[in-house]
């Protein structure tokens, strides 16, 4: 399996061990190396050594942000206190984004050991896992294996005789997106609102109980063990200038092979697509890639053969994010993908700061109107305008990049936005308002399949005799295309006339 | 302390380590605008979110604009307030609050005091470019305040108020998103949250979303009603503000032309909450000394400290949060209800008035008031014994209506026998006046010995906690005194826990006591108007000629032909309560 995995072009680190291993077993764990990592750490590194590692491996944050996590590390480490943390982020929220919850699920010793050795070195003995409560699985297995590492003498008092004490607790995320912005996710592990607050103070220096908190995202703390064992030098021989080691991208989409793969940095979208991905659905034309979540961009056949990594994406209009990529064909409007996560950016805001919360809101029924057809060229200006106002304004991470599917499809698709608004046209045929459903009279046999199955009674028509849909009063449900055996019924991109 | 130099639209700046860029800017006179940041200087008290973003700067460097109010200055800062891409997003972020907020300024109880609309007078904003859906939320209606949060504009002042200053834990963020905003958990009325009804978040909140009930009209109508005898009680803290609202200076007593315009507007008769004040130490310094007696001959069921209980604020807290200690706090009433319930008896049947056809009406620094006058204890078969009860705000607001050129009013006297007051009445404005009062008389009574200085500057003073020894003729008396919910709540914590020795506590809901009450006029963020109303307070104490209560010739007066003996049967009667255990409020959830 690993063989067939690294032949399709995809390399595991963080993955290494899903699927080849029972989870709630820890010595299926330790027979393929789990903790030896950990033991190599705290009997031949000091912490600054282990970190000084881990800054030359070049690794970043793997939750979005691509912070160097040796330097985090250093500074909190640096950070003078009587208490510190270790914070594991698995507070997954991205649409269609679910590699933490595969690494949890599959291997939570990687997480549970990388955390006690970067307790180790930045001088904290407690550590906590912010979890969703909606991943129940990954927290039964954490459960577990944080049982069994206590047992073996793994997590607890004097790790390994070393002297070295770490404990690990969870805690339960209610699901909502914005506790994945490290200081929200803080304010909710102290039982407080989980709203973000304005950086500085860094969790470094002043995080969970207003004690230095080194916050690292799941995917990152997999790679840290591989990292110590087979050296620096080895991870850093993988990937682009600045961006070392793999990353776990989750393809989604119109898209043959969905799933998670991992991937070395500078794998190019096409490789990915088409190579890993196996290409479009139903050899559709490749229109978009939207990468990085609601607060990424979408990405264009210009970009397919880009290498990717953490500038290359975010000089393409988008970012790396935890690692969702949402595959779009031609039948995708790209209005309606800026208007899905504007939606959800509306929902999951905190409330906290005016332009995320009211300006969100604006771009999203500037956004709606368009889509249904009312939309006039000053409502593109407006656009504009305003998502570089909440950028430039908003108070959180979330806030900051909210606008960018907007300005992304407003960069890469313009001309859609202008069907849309001048033609009132949806060339995707997606926008209800924007197009109807007619019968050929001369394909129609007036078999009347289609009337019956109307849920609005919007078509008429005698036996045997041609039917005709009334525009006004069809919701493009879609369901007589469906039903039709004649193929006489079809689209027509002209927008919805109303009477 | 370390310096750090920067420079703030080409000025060169320099101040502490670890201040704000707002500060820094102020410091030099440039003034950054703001909205949800509120600070009052030397209390402690600062709402500095950083969620409006009106204050957003831009710092030469750094990717996004950034907000002035919470961010630290850095060696070597080139700030810039004003750029164009800073008024831009400026006017943008107040464009969108409006966007979300109802355009009913002609009829709001906010209107002229509204921080949000002087913002847009002052940005210039004459259009709104968003339309689209406005957030709508059910409006709640307590006895004190009302919730209108469709005003919201998410400041969280009001939830830093309540939380942080007063531990009421009444409001607080909920719901996500556009539809975020502050209320009550499980969107509970307040009335059945823990709000204690202080009206801080009122007396902070920059829009029309926290208002009082207003009951001008219902007097009115009272007033205009010639079957019904009205009369008027003002409390010492309104006369020390009520100026403000005419254009004075903070801090000019208006005592004389109040009383003109009350006479002016139709109440028949003018009285002073201060002689009720001066009943109330008589009462309560009585039970003080009871207590205190009893203490010493060593009886086991002394209860000390005995705690004061003329703020309904404070009352509301003490029996959600300390329902175990109900038997503490003195039972005499406040002075409002003092005074409604000599005014329903004795003078009621001086002037030979039926009870139900006499109104009371009160003019009151504080919302808790309107509460307390609706409480069950103090009706007489159904009828109040004050009927309405105003805020300064409201009082102004009223005179304003009635056409009376306030400014130009004569100086006039209080109506007798309820208008005569000592210095000691005056005082219980201000944080630490109620216990003052009280030692004057209580020291004169115990020891038989002529006070020598009548000013206690030791129980005076702005710290939230303050505790004085004083010397009672070899008698050491130890008092608390706390101000702000949240130090009453570890003072009463230290009561509970028996790790408290004083004697006497006085305790204040209000940060600085009523003249800071939550119906006063609106500071807005400048503690220098809450300061001068103190002094004002103490200079009227100053001025007076008599300033001990139990030597006020009308209180004797009604003690002889009337109540008999302080704490004696007649007063338990008329002028001491009880009260309940409230922790178990009825929770109500709304779901719509």
């Known amino acids: 399996m690993e063989k067939q995995i690294t032949q399709q072009g995809q390399l595991r680190i963080a993955l290494r061990n899903c699927g080849m291993l029972d989870p ?15 033991g190599k750490v705290l009997k031949e590194l000091s912490p600054q050594e282990c970190i000084n590692i881990l800054k030359q491996s070049g690794l970043r944050g793997r939750g979005g942000a691509g912070f160097p996590t040796g330097l985090k590390w250093e500074i909190a480490s640096k950070s003078q206190s009587d208490q510190k943390y270790v914070v594991c982020n698995a507070d997954e929220g991205d649409p269609g984004a679910f590699m933490d919850r595969s690494i949890l699920e599959g291997d939570p010793h990687s997480v549970l050991e990388a955390m006690a050795i970067c307790g180790y070195c930045i001088g904290a003995d407690k550590g906590l896992i912010y979890i969703r409560a909606e991943y129940p699985l990954a927290i039964k297995r954490l459960r577990i294996a944080i049982d069994q590492a206590m047992e073996y003498g793994l997590l607890g008092k004097n790790i390994l005789g070393s002297g070295f004490n770490f404990e690990i607790k969870l805690r339960y995320g209610a699901g909502a997106f914005v506790c994945g912005e490290e200081t929200a996710l803080i304010h909710s592990m102290e039982g407080k609102r989980g709203e973000p607050t304005n950086k500085p103070p860094f969790p470094a220096t002043s995080g969970f109980m207003k004690k230095p908190t080194n916050v690292n995202n799941v995917e990152t703390f997999a790679n840290i063990a591989p990292i110590i064992l087979k050296g620096p030098d080895w991870f850093s021989s993988i990937g682009t200038k600045n961006s070392k080691g793999t990353k776990v991208f989750a393809l989604a989409g119109k898209i043959n092979n969905v799933g998670l793969i991992e991937v070395p940095m500078g794998t190019s979208l096409r490789e990915i697509i088409y190579e890993i991905g196996g290409g479009i659905k139903e050899d559709k034309k490749f229109k978009a890639v939207q990468t990085g979540g609601p607060s990424g961009g979408c990405l264009t056949e210009k970009h397919l053969d880009t290498p990717i990594d953490y500038e290359n994406l975010i000089e393409a209009g988008s970012m790396m994010g935890s690692g969702g990529m949402i595959v779009m064909d031609e039948n995708d409007c790209m209005v309606s993908v ?8 509306v929902g999951e805001s905190c409330g906290k700061c005016t332009p995320c919360r009211v300006g969100n809101k604006r771009l999203y029924e500037i956004l709606e109107k368009i889509t249904q057809g009312k939309g006039v060229m000053k409502d593109l200006e407006k656009l504009k305008n305003l998502s570089y106002i909440i950028k430039d304004t908003a108070l959180c991470g979330l806030g900051q990049t909210s606008p960018n599917p907007v300005l992304s499809t407003l960069e890469n698709f313009y001309d859609e936005y202008y069907e849309h608004v001048v033609e009132k046209k949806c060339r995707a045929g997606h926008c209800k308002n924007l197009f109807h459903y007619v019968i050929n009279e001369e394909l129609c046999v007036g078999c009347a399949a289609c009337k019956r199955c109307c849920p609005v009674h919007a078509i008429t028509g005698d036996k045997r005799m041609p039917h005709y849909i009334d525009s006004n009063i069809c919701i493009r449900c879609g369901e007589c295309i469906e039903k039709c055996s004649f193929d006489a019924i079809s689209i027509q991109l002209e927008p919805k006339i109303l009477v | 302390m370390e310096m750090i130099e920067l420079s703030i639209d080409n000025k060169l700046v320099s101040v502490q380590k670890g201040t704000t860029i707002l500060k820094a800017a102020r410091k030099v006179g440039i003034d950054i605008p703001t909205l949800c940041h509120m600070e009052l200087h030397n209390m402690s008290i600062e709402n500095k979110p950083g969620s409006c973003r009106v204050c957003v700067v831009e710092v030469d460097g750094r990717r996004n604009l950034a907000p002035a109010c919470v961010t630290e200055v850095a060696p070597g800062m080139v700030v810039n307030t004003h750029t164009a891409r800073v008024l831009n997003a400026r006017k943008t972020i107040v464009e969108l609050l409006i966007s979300d907020h109802p355009y009913d300024c002609l009829v709001c109880a906010k209107s002229g005091n509204c921080e949000l609309q002087s913002i847009a007078h002052k940005f210039g904003i004459r259009r709104i470019h968003f339309k689209g859906e406005k957030s709508t939320y059910r409006k709640d209606t307590s006895p004190s305040i009302i919730r209108d949060v469709d005003k919201c504009i998410m400041c969280r002042r009001c939830e830093m108020i309540c939380n942080e200053v007063q531990t009421v834990g009444a409001l607080s963020a909920v719901n996500r998103g556009f539809i975020s905003v502050v209320a009550p958990a499980f969107e509970m009325d307040l009335e059945h949250s823990p709000c204690t009804y202080c009206g801080q978040c ?39 503000a009520l100026g403000e609202e005419f254009g004075l200076p903070p801090g000019t007593l208006v005592t004389g ?21 001066d009943l109330t130490i008589m009462e309560e310094g009585t039970e003080l000394l009871g207590r205190l007696r009893a203490h010493l001959a060593g009886e086991s069921n002394a209860k000390l400290p005995i705690l004061t209980s003329c703020c309904p604020g404070w009352v509301n807290f003490l029996e959600y949060n300390f329902p175990d200690l109900l038997h503490i706090p003195s039972t005499a009433k406040s002075p409002q209800q003092m005074f409604g319930a ?60 009635s056409n009376i050129d306030f400014l130009n009013l004569p100086d006039e006297e209080f109506d007798n026998p309820l208008g005569e007051s000592t210095g000691a009445g005056v005082i219980f404005g201000n944080t630490g006046g109620v216990i003052e009062a009280a030692c004057r008389t209580a020291y004169e009574l115990y020891t038989g010995k002529k006070l020598e200085t009548i000013e206690f500057e030791n129980l005076r003073g702005t710290e939230g906690i303050r505790s004085a020894k004083l010397d009672f003729d070899g008698l050491t008396l130890n008092i608390g005194i706390a101000h702000g919910l949240s130090n009453a709540r570890r003072l009463l914590g230290d009561v509970r826990a028996g790790k408290s020795n004083y004697h006497a506590i006085e305790i204040m809901a209000c940060t600085g006591g009523c003249i800071a009450g939550g119906g006063q006029p609106y500071h807005h963020g400048n503690s220098e108007i809450l300061r001068k109303r103190r002094d004002a307070i103490y200079s009227e104490d100053k001025g007076k000629i008599i300033r001990k209560s139990h030597e006020n010739p009308y209180i004797l007066k009604l003690y002889k032909d009337f109540l008999g003996q302080a704490c004696g049967h007649k007063s338990h009667e008329l002028l001491h309560t009880v009260y309940h255990d409230k922790s178990n409020n009825e929770v109500t959830i709304h779901h719509d």
């Open chain 1, 24 to 38: 709630e077993n820890i010595a299926e764990s330790i027979a393929r190396d789990a903790y030896q990592a950990l």
């Open chain 1, 338 to 345: 800026a208007k899905f996560y504007l939606d959800f950016i």
């Open chain 2, 342 to 401: 000599i005014a329903k008896t004795y003078f009621a049947d001086q002037i030979g008035v039926k009870r139900q056809d006499l109104v009371v009406v009160s003019m009151m620094p504080c919302l808790a008031k309107k509460y307390e006058c609706q409480r069950d204890e103090f009706k007489v078969n159904g009828n109040p014994d004050v009927d309405f009860s105003m805020t300064t705000r409201e009082l102004a607001d009223f005179i304003k209506q």
């Open chain 2, 202 to 240: 009122v007396s902070v909140c920059p829009t029309g979303a926290l208002t009082e009930v207003d009951s001008t009209h219902k007097v009115l109508l009272s007033l205009m009603d010639k079957s019904k005898t009205v009369i008027v009680q003002t409390a010492p803290s309104v006369r020390a």
């Open chain 2, 257 to 277: 032309k109040m009383v003109a315009a009350l006479r002016r507007m139709g109440f028949d008769y003018v009285f002073d909450t201060d002689f009720a004040a």
